[in-house]
């Protein structure tokens, strides 16, 4: 057997030396790819990834999102007609990075985006559940349904669901109203809340807003006429029907009103009757209106109607509790169309008055 051929000096010398470059040269591949992927990484968590084209942007988290979607729902974000996530994967990526994925990890809300926003803010942001309030409006509302729908459009509850609890005698009863006169617990201003606000605590929300509203001063007044809290909405939301132009003219009609409620005299209040039939395009109310059978048709029926036609502003609540110190019983639209009124002491002077206007809607075509 032949023994194995031994390699001299300058051999191992020369495969130390090869060895040596193969172990620099991975290494210096190796290190190359851990500097590409730290700058990636470096990058993706660190880098603007958002630019709101120096406009507001929102996004809305719903309950029940799953990460995939939430984020779907950033990515979708636009403002001036662009998206303001620059690039959308990397946001996926890093929010997986981040945990954005495991139970409890997605929290519904609104939240702000901000212009020179990260990946790694825009994660932490969602994760945290630090929402940005909005401000609650309504107005213009006559029906359960129309505030119902006007709600639902600004927090993340259902129609449905706020229209269910305001139809409901026993959570009506519950917040010390019935299915009638709740809407006059809503007292229209702007209110400052989350947008996941649920249906039951914005009722809630509403109820506390309601009692603080009332303020001593404003309970004395309306002890004073002798009316409820809610009689005194649904007198002020005749006037606010009656005068929705000039507030100034407001403490004069709700004064016209308790005049004739003071005499035992029917209101006969025009919008009233409009209400009753149902019909919001009414410009001209003629016989056939009154004799709609409605406990909210003041013609035919005496006293104040069963609950609000609307939910009067503020102005107008204010002018039932001080109301102007006159003597008038009636009044009606000047011809003049101003949105002012003609006001009159006795029956004979309103209906010149009334004449005046009817003319007036005659030669303007108004039927």
């Not at 040596?20 to 290190?31: E, K, L, Y």
């Not at 009753?276 to 209106?289: E, M, T």
């Not at 406990?295 to 609540?317: C, D, H, Q």
């Not at 008038?328 to 949105?339: T, V």
Request: hydrophobic share 35%; glycine share 4%.
């Amino acid at each position: 057997m032949a023994s194995p051929v031994k390699k001299s000096a300058l051999e191992y010398k020369a495969d130390s030396i090869r060895r040596r470059n193969r172990f620099a040269t991975v290494s210096i591949i190796i290190g190359l790819i851990l500097v590409c992927f730290s700058y990636y990484f470096f990058q993706i968590f660190y880098t603007t990834n958002v630019d709101t084209h120096d406009q507001p942007a929102f996004v809305l988290i719903h309950r029940g999102d799953d990460w995939q979607k939430a984020l779907r729902a950033v990515e979708s974000v636009k403002t001036s007609g662009e998206k303001v996530i620059i690039d959308p994967l990397s946001l996926h990526f890093v929010g997986k990075l981040m945990g954005y994925n495991k139970p409890g990890a997605v929290k519904p809300g609104r939240y702000q985006l901000l212009s020179g926003m990260t990946n790694r803010q825009v994660i932490n942001l969602l994760k945290s559940g630090r929402q940005s309030p909005l401000m609650l409006t309504f107005t213009n509302v006559r029906l359960r349904h129309e505030l119902a729908s006007k709600l639902s459009k600004q927090i993340d509850a259902q129609p449905k669901q706020i229209d269910s609890l305001l139809s409901s005698p026993s959570y009506t009863k519950s917040l010390g109203f019935d299915t009638t006169t709740v809407l006059s617990m809503f007292i229209p201003n702007t209110y400052q809340l989350y947008w996941n606000t649920s249906a039951p605590n914005l009722m809630q929300r509403m109820k506390k807003e309601y009692e603080k509203f009332w303020t001593p001063a404003r309970d004395a007044a309306r002890e004073k006429l002798g009316l409820t809290r809610v009689e005194v909405s649904t007198l002020a939301s005749i006037v606010e029907a009656e005068q929705q132009q000039h507030a100034d003219e407001r403490p004069r009609i709700a004064a016209v009103y308790l005049n004739r409620l003071k005499r035992g005299m029917k209101l006969q209040a025009d919008p009233t009757v409009v209400y009753a039939n149902g019909d919001f395009g009414i410009k001209r109310v003629l016989n056939v209106h009154l004799q709609k059978d409605s406990p909210y048709n003041t013609y035919r029926v005496a006293g104040l109607p069963p609950g609000p036609i609307n939910l009067p502003s503020i102005s107008s609540i204010d002018a039932v509790l001080h109301p102007e110190e006159n003597n008038y019983l009636y009044f009606c639209a000047k011809e003049d169309f101003s949105g002012y009124h003609a006001f009159a002491t006795n029956k004979e002077d309103h209906l010149l008055n009334a004449r005046r206007y009817q003319a007036a809607l005659t030669r303007n075509g108004i039927q």
